[in-house]
């Protein structure tokens, strides 16, 4: 595949994972579900030991780990997560553009979107770095209904 054949296919799967979540949080305002995804993205990621925030983004398509990578300063990584409620805090700061979006939704469509999208196996093994309750997300209002 050519570099240019990588970059289109990128965009195609980017625009999957945008309507999918789209689809989850009753949005079609294009801006919001991606600072929806944004937000929880850079969440995990700063929230993650390095060598996990890189395994996170090592299967997800080049457009998503832009977005992922983007800002990320790994000499600051992780920050002090306790639990959920400090992961769900996070989001929100990120979110604050958009807060018409529930950080608790945003975070429980992304996880479940990254279930959905990536190795199922791998996800575990990132949810177990994180502390304990992030990995329930997953699991919070039912799986995503299929694309």
């Keep these: 595949m050519s570099g240019f054949g990588l970059f289109t296919r990128s965009v195609q799967d ?6 999918d979540l789209g689809r989850v949080l009753g949005s079609d305002d294009e801006r919001a579900i991606y600072a929806a995804l944004r937000a929880v993205l850079h969440a995990l990621r700063d929230g993650l030991p390095v060598d996990e925030a890189a395994k996170l983004a090592r299967h997800m398509p080049v457009l998503m780990r832009g977005i992922y ?7 600051r990584q992780p920050l002090d997560i306790r639990d959920r409620i400090d992961l769900i805090q996070l989001v929100r700061a990120h979110l604050q553009p958009f807060p018409l979006i529930e950080a608790e939704d945003a975070a429980t469509a992304v996880v479940q979107l990254l279930f959905r999208h990536l190795d199922p196996d791998d996800m575990a093994e990132v949810m177990a770095a994180l502390p304990d309750g992030v990995g329930e997300l997953a699991l919070r209002h039912g799986p995503l209904a299929p694309a």
């Design 69 to 75: 990578f983007d800002g990320w300063d790994p000499a």
């Design 14 to 19: 980017a625009n999957v994972w945008l309507d």
